[in-house]
C-alpha cells in the first residue's frame, strides 16, 4: 500500500509529480479504495499584500552588491564537495505516506495559525485511470485560479457555474471574491470529494457571505438532475438562479476526450441560450503533447479537437447566438507555486442573444 502500481491507463497529474512527498499527506481511503491525500497550497502575495497588478510574486529582486563574483565579474557559483561515500540509505520514491510521519499536530496547529487565510487544502487522489482524472489537481485550475485572484474586482458579488469543478480549487479560489459559485462535477464519491474541500475552506468565503453549492451536472444529460432521492441535485429555485443570475462561466483541464469535449461545447450553448444575462466563458486549459503510434509523430489530438470546437462555435450562425472567441494572455501575475508551461492556454468565449 506504500507504492503506486502504474497500469497502462494510469494517469498522474504534473501538479502532484513536481511537489515534494512531504507535501501529499495520506489520509482515508475513499469509497472505491482509492487513497485520499490532502495537499496544502499557499496563495504567494506581494509585498504590498495586493492581489492584482505588478510582477509575479513568486519573484524577489536581489542587492545585486550582494551576489558573489569573481575577479572577472562573472557569478562564482559554490559547489557542493564530491564525496564518494555516504552513509545515508538509499531512498526510494514513495508516493504514498502516513500524515502522522510528515508533520506533528503541533506544526499542523502552527502552520494554521500562522497563515490559514493564506493556505487552501485540498483532498484528492493520485494516479488514477483515465476516468477519474478529476480526483487530482491539474495545472490549468491553477492557471485559472492565478485569472480569478489577478481580476478580482471583474468577478466581484457575481454568480458563477463551474463545469468540470474536480476537487473545486478554482470554485473555492472564486468564492473569495464572487456571490455564489455553482460547483458543478459528476459522480458520487468525486462530489463528495469536493464537498468536503468546500467544507475544509469555508474560512476564505464565508466571512464576505459568499456561497459554494456544489451541484450534479452530467454534460452528457439534457437536463438538470433535480431528482431529491440524490445527493447534490438541483433545487428549481437553484435552476431559476442560475438561468437569471449567471454572468460567468469557469472550465479548467476537462478537454481531454473528444466526446466530452463535444458535450462541453453543447452545454455551453445550452446554457448561454437559457441565461438572462449575456456570458462570458473562460476555458483553461494545457496542450498534452503525446507520441502516436498511428501518426508516428508527436501530436494534440485533445487539443486540436478543442480548437476545431472552438472555431466552429464563433462560425455558428442559427440566428439565436453569437459567439466570441479570444485568446486571454497568460502575463498576469501568479498567485500560486506551480509550472506555468507555455502549453497552458486561457480561452475567453462571450456569448450573447441575437
Known amino acids: 500500500m506504500d507504492q503506486v502500481t502504474f497500469r497502462s491507463d494510469t494517469v498522474l497529474s504534473d501538479v502532484h509529480l513536481l511537489l515534494p512527498n512531504a507535501c501529499h499527506l495520506m489520509k482515508r481511503l475513499n469509497s472505491v479504495g482509492q487513497p485520499v491525500f490532502t495537499s496544502k497550497f499557499r496563495i504567494l502575495r506581494d509585498c504590498d499584500g495586493k492581489e492584482s497588478g505588478g510582477e509575479s510574486p513568486v519573484l524577489e529582486s536581489t542587492d545585486a552588491s550582494n551576489v558573489p563574483c569573481d575577479e572577472d565579474g562573472d ?51 493520485m494516479a488514477t485511470p483515465l476516468e477519474d482524472v478529476g480526483k487530482q489537481i491539474w495545472r490549468g485550475a491553477f492557471l485559472l485560479a492565478d485569472f480569478i485572484l489577478a481580476h478580482a474586482s471583474m468577478f466581484k458579488d457575481a454568480t458563477v457555474l463551474e463545469l468540470g469543478a474536480g476537487t473545486g480549487l478554482s470554485s473555492i479560489v472564486m468564492a473569495m471574491v464572487a456571490k455564489m459559485v455553482y460547483c458543478t462535477d459528476v459522480g458520487d464519491d468525486l462530489l463528495s470529494m469536493c464537498q468536503r474541500n468546500v467544507t475544509l475552506n469555508k474560512q476564505h468565503f464565508e466571512p464576505q457571505e459568499s456561497e459554494i453549492r456544489v451541484r450534479r451536472l452530467d454534460w452528457m444529460a439534457d437536463d438538470f438532475c433535480t431528482d431529491a432521492d440524490l445527493d447534490f441535485c438541483w433545487t428549481d429555485a437553484e435552476i431559476e438562479d442560475l438561468h437569471d443570475n449567471t454572468t460567468f462561466v469557469i472550465t479548467a483541464d476537462v478537454c481531454y476526450d473528444d466526446d466530452l469535449t463535444d458535450a462541453l461545447f453543447r452545454i455551453l450553448y445550452r446554457l448561454a441560450s437559457n441565461m438572462r444575462h449575456p456570458s462570458t466563458t473562460y476555458i483553461s486549459i494545457e496542450k498534452r503533447l503525446n507520441f502516436t503510434l498511428r501518426h508516428m509523430d508527436v501530436s494534440c489530438e485533445a487539443y486540436d479537437h478543442f480548437r476545431h470546437c472552438l472555431d466552429q462555435l464563433q462560425k455558428m450562425t442559427d440566428g439565436k447566438m453569437n459567439f466570441t472567441v479570444e485568446p486571454v494572455k497568460s502575463s498576469f501575475p501568479q498567485f500560486f507555486q506551480y509550472e506555468r508551461v507555455e502549453q497552458l492556454e486561457l480561452w475567453k468565449v462571450t456569448a450573447e442573444r441575437l
Open 75 to 125: 557569478l562564482e557559483v559554490v559547489r557542493r564537495p564530491r564525496c564518494s561515500s555516504s552513509n545515508r540509505d538509499a531512498v526510494c520514491p514513495i508516493i504514498l505516506s502516513q500524515s502522522a510521519a510528515t508533520l506533528t499536530d503541533e506544526e499542523e496547529d502552527s502552520d494554521e495559525e500562522d497563515g490559514a487565510r493564506d493556505v487552501i487544502k485540498i483532498e484528492h487522489t
